[in-house]
């Protein structure tokens, strides 16, 4: 039981340290006020949120989820 307890204490930390990674790489929401300049109307500007932003949301929420699933499973006292 020690070995698995070590095994997901070594996943979590690993999950939290991507997860605030994942964090930092994603933008404000105050980046989309350059649409008063008209910036947002291109093409990239349109598909954003469907791109690199999208999948970093995603990704934020699964990481989420794992993170209390790993952390709740830790505390319960084998």
Known sequence: MEVLRIILTVLLILVSIVFTAIVLLQEGKSAGLGAISGAAESYWGKNKGRSMEGALVRLTKIL???????AVVLNINF
Request: aromatic share 14%.
């Open 64 to 70: 989420g989820v794992v993170f209390i699933l790993l």
